[in-house]
């Protein structure tokens, strides 16, 4: 049996892009993902194309998960939208304390995921299956490694059903953060987030603006390969390849994949691990 899969898109900006992303769809559903994922824009500026994205999807006949941020929501908002998801057979949501948009204050109604799952659950029962993030490498606006674990037991505790991680190259941090989440009672699944490697300048970029570790050793080796994007991507694949049998040994119970709305990298995973 293989090991379930799911593909993470952002919704495009130009019909040029949806397009594109369509086509990307259509080649990475041959792999059979139990769900997509779309992403949603700091402070839901995105909530437009992402629920338009989530709806193509579905009516591709794949299940969708509309990523859900609570940043700026008022509970009318969420109840809103969620009667929307629902209308659209939507059964999976990503709940997330989102981004704040840049100069914007603590406001709304909802300060942490915990309360946006609290409210999900409150409000719709079991009609979710919920996801909550989990940084096995600490979020990085966290006070300390504690707080954030324990923030995370909290989202588990108000009702998530499952974790997906930030990106990760470092297997041993994924293992760690299970652990001491299982020593806390929080045992729901925790799905690792796999980020494949394509472009060094766009993944030191991400990185240092999410707080993910890339190890000294991969950092070296894409610096000196400078502007040969063949070499990065063999380098690449051979590295992400390695993650995930790293973590399919261990057993994890899926893999995430972090597509940037690209098909290529990610197949070549999948078809070097035999998925």
């Known amino acids: ?44 500026s995105t909530q437009q194309g992402t629920f338009d994205t989530v709806s193509a999807i579905q009516a591709e006949g794949v299940a969708a998960a509309s990523h859900f941020s609570c940043i700026g929501a008022t509970q009318a908002s969420v109840r809103e939208q969620l009667a929307t998801l629902k209308a659209m057979g939507v059964k999976r949501l990503v709940a997330l304390r989102g981004d704040l948009p ?14 946006l799952v609290a409210f999900i659950r409150a409000e719709t ?11 096995p490498e600490v979020h990085p606006q966290a006070k300390s490694p504690d707080a954030d674990l324990q923030a995370y037991a909290t989202k588990v505790r108000a009702g998530a059903n499952s974790a997906i991680t930030q990106y990760f190259y ?37 990185s240092d ?55 290529a990298a990610t197949l070549a995973v999948l078809a070097r691990l035999g998925l």
Request: glycine share 10%; aromatic share 12%.
């Open 1 to 44: 049996m293989g090991l379930p899969l799911s593909f993470e898109f952002f919704p495009p900006k130009t019909p040029e892009g949806a397009e594109k992303l369509r086509l990307v769809r259509q080649q990475l559903y041959a792999a059979k993902p139990e769900f997509c994922s779309v992403t949603y824009g700091a402070g839901g």
């Open 170 to 206: 470092n297997s041993d941090a994924y293992f760690r953060f299970v652990d001491d989440a299982h020593k806390l009672g929080a045992d729901v699944p925790v799905v690792p987030g796999i980020m494949p490697i394509t472009s060094s300048t766009q993944l030191m970029r991400f």
């Open 102 to 115: 840049s100069g914007y204050g603590m406001g709304g109604e909802f300060h942490y995921a915990s309360d």
């Open 209 to 263: 603006a999410s707080g993910a570790e890339i190890p000294r050793w991969i950092r070296l080796r894409l610096q000196a390969f400078g502007d040969d994007t063949a070499s990065i991507k063999a380098f690449g694949l051979d590295v992400v390849t390695d993650l995930c049998d790293q973590l399919r040994n261990g057993g994890v119970p899926a893999l995430h994949f972090y597509t940037m709305n690209q098909s």
């Open 125 to 135: 029962g079991d009609d979710f299956h919920i996801e909550v993030a989990a940084y």
